[in-house]
């Protein structure tokens, strides 16, 4: 007998040599056919599926987590992760609505998805988020993780070979995905084939059709925030239709709204005409109606209900101040309280060395962080001296510039008022040693040199200033109070002219005109942001209101028929802005 290979006899080798040609041959086939790997699709070492018995409500998309290596290969396209970016945006709405998270405070409000696609990130950002959020999805799958470890990890060569064919044959895989399909395979990637296809088609259909803005809300770190204006105003009460200075003064017996002997924290001495010799107080107990609307009743509590956590500034002269003690006392009741807050030093209202008393008071209430103050400007122009070493310096009078208070402190303003008038005349100017200024340099027009033709430039300058300042602060809401009028007959204040009438009503109860009384002052703040506080034509017909021969200061042959007694008239002045804000 022959022996052959290792002790093998011929015909065992022939049969050996045959069987391993031909497992050869299988092996090689099986590798090298596509149809045949599609069905054992590439296996990486962490596979994991959303679980919503455990997980809440969480997208059913499987998401596949590798190596960042494994994921660098097949990055997704800009668009592709856009789109992703809204669908995990409106998870995280959903998510919210059902449970409060503790989110930043700063939130990023988009409109419409051209407005989010218009911020395009880059690939490799995009990338880096994918393995973050990967991260995270691991982080809250740990539990499941320890359970399905020993499943999907594969330590074989096989899974090796095939991991190193794949991402090296990147083209042949792609074709084998497509391939795959058809058999109903599903691909190994954050969203399958099919979701990213109807992604698309409603991305694309949200694009050609106009539909409803969806608010989406991403909350996102910032290192910065822009100053905000406080909280917008409601306005369902306001009557926007309503003529408040058209109507009739009708008696009422819940006025007047404050006691002019208990409101000595706010009324000055001066205005309080229930501290004086006067008599009668009939005028006390009017209360203005509007002919075609209803005027909202004030009430203190409802005033800083409304007010809360804004500021409310008066700037202009001795009328203005006569409106802002008015309003301390409507707010209050006249009655002492301890709620209240001097913050004049907030606005620089101190008295300044050799003064008598401040430019003016900032008062705020505690309960709701409301503030109140008055600012003097009687002009309501920009008053600087003009050599600073100088006691005895003139003062510039720069009627085409507001005044630097204004400038420095509009931004914390949410409602204000201006007003100014009865200071310009030419004893004013000169006993204050005003000098017309425009331009930044003395004033050289003889048609400006005129008073009144001066006054008109400033109130239409400083309108328009206040109306270009509106858009920079949607919050603030600017009214210029018309002239308040004087009732002097037979004379001026210092020749005779006098106001002694107690009777209300007297020269008339009612106002049917539609236009105002201070055409001025209407025509300036026509045609911009800036509202008009119409109060001249009610106080026009109550020459009876005002201090008279009354006054604790008052001398012989002199009245004063420019104040009002307080309570009065310019309370209703006060019910009317309540109305409008």
């Given at each position: 007998m022959k022996v052959g290979f290792n002790g093998l006899k011929g015909k065992e080798i022939s049969l050996i040599s045959i069987v391993l040609m031909c497992a050869t041959i299988i092996l090689w086939s099986w590798e090298k056919t596509p149809g045949l790997t599609t069905y054992i699709p590439p296996q990486t070492p962490l596979q994991f599926s959303s679980d919503s018995s455990s997980s809440g409500n969480e997208p059913d998309t499987l998401i596949h987590v590798a190596e960042h290596d494994s994921l660098t290969p097949n990055k997704k396209t800009t668009d592709e992760l856009e789109e992703q970016d809204l669908d995990l945006a409106s998870q995280t709405i959903s998510a919210d609505s059902s449970s409060s998270v503790n989110a930043?405070?700063?939130?990023?409000?988009?409109?419409?998805?051209d407005s989010l696609m218009s911020?395009?990130?880059?690939?490799?950002?995009?990338?880096?988020?994918?393995?973050?959020?990967?991260?995270?999805?691991?982080?809250?799958?740990?539990?499941?993780?320890?359970?399905?470890?020993?499943?999907?990890?594969?330590?074989?060569?096989?899974?090796?070979q095939t991991l190193s064919r794949v991402s090296g044959e990147e083209t042949k895989h792609k074709r084998d995905l497509e391939v795959g399909k058809s058999h109903g395979v599903q691909t190994p990637f954050s969203l399958t084939t099919s979701e990213v296809k109807s992604n698309e088609d409603k991305v694309e259909k949200n694009s050609k059709q106009e539909e409803p803005k969806i608010d989406l809300v991403i909350n996102i770190p910032q290192k910065t925030s822009l100053p905000v204006r406080k909280e917008s105003w409601n306005n369902d009460t306001e009557n926007k239709d309503c003529n408040y200075a058209k109507g009739k003064w009708v008696p009422d017996n819940k006025r007047p709204l404050y006691s002019g002997f208990r409101c000595k924290q706010w009324l000055s001495a001066m205005w309080a005409c229930r501290m004086m010799q006067r008599t009668d107080f009939t005028y006390e107990n009017l209360r203005w109606q509007p002919k075609d609307c209803q005027m909202e009743e004030f009430e203190g509590s409802k005033f800083l209900r409304r007010m809360q956590n804004k500021t409310l500034a008066f700037v202009g002269d001795s009328l203005g101040r006569q409106q802002f003690q008015s309003l301390m006392c409507m707010v209050t009741g006249g009655k002492e309280t301890n709620d209240v807050e001097d913050v004049g030093k907030e606005y620089g209202l101190v008295v300044a060395d050799g003064s008598a008393r401040p430019n003016g008071w900032a008062y705020r209430f505690s309960s709701t962080k409301t503030t109140i103050l008055y600012y003097w400007s009687a002009s309501l122009c920009d008053v600087e001296p003009i050599d600073v070493k100088n006691p005895n310096t003139d003062y510039a009078m720069h009627l085409d510039r507001p005044p630097a208070f204004l400038r420095q402190f509009i931004h914390k303003f949410?409602?204000?008022?201006?007003?100014?008038?009865?200071?310009?005349?030419?004893?004013?100017?000169?006993?204050?040693?005003?000098?017309?200024?425009?331009?930044?340099?003395?004033?050289?027009?003889?048609?400006?040199a005129v008073i009144w033709a001066a006054k008109n430039l400033t109130i239409r300058s400083?309108?328009?200033?206040?109306?270009?300042?509106?858009p920079k602060y949607p919050g603030l809401k600017?009214?210029?109070?018309?002239?308040?009028?004087?009732?002097?007959?037979?004379?001026?204040?210092?020749?005779?002219?006098?106001?002694?009438?107690t009777?209300?009503?007297?020269?008339?109860?009612?106002?049917?005109?539609e236009e105002s009384s201070d055409q001025v002052t209407a025509s300036a703040v026509k045609g911009t942001r800036v509202k008009l506080l119409d109060i001249t034509g009610p106080s026009q017909l109550r020459d009876e209101g005002h201090i008279s021969r009354y006054s604790l200061t008052a001398k012989p042959g002199v009245q004063d028929c420019l104040h009002w007694c307080l309570p009065g008239v310019p309370d209703t002045w006060n019910e009317m802005l309540f109305a409008q804000i």
């Open positions: 930043p405070d700063t939130h990023i409000h988009v409109a419409e998805h911020n395009k990130k880059t690939t490799d950002e995009l990338d880096k988020q994918d393995l973050d959020l990967a991260s995270q999805t691991i982080s809250a799958h740990s539990s499941s993780e320890k359970s399905m470890g020993e499943s999907n990890t594969r330590t074989t060569s096989h899974t090796e949410d409602v204000l008022v201006l007003n100014t008038g009865h200071h310009w005349n030419r004893g004013k100017l000169n006993g204050n040693r005003w000098v017309m200024h425009v331009g930044g340099v003395p004033n050289t027009d003889r048609k400006l400083v309108v328009s200033w206040v109306d270009t300042q509106l600017a009214f210029f109070r018309t002239l308040s009028p004087r009732h002097f007959f037979g004379g001026e204040w210092n020749t005779g002219g006098s106001c002694d009438n009777k209300p009503m007297s020269v008339g109860k009612e106002l049917l005109e």
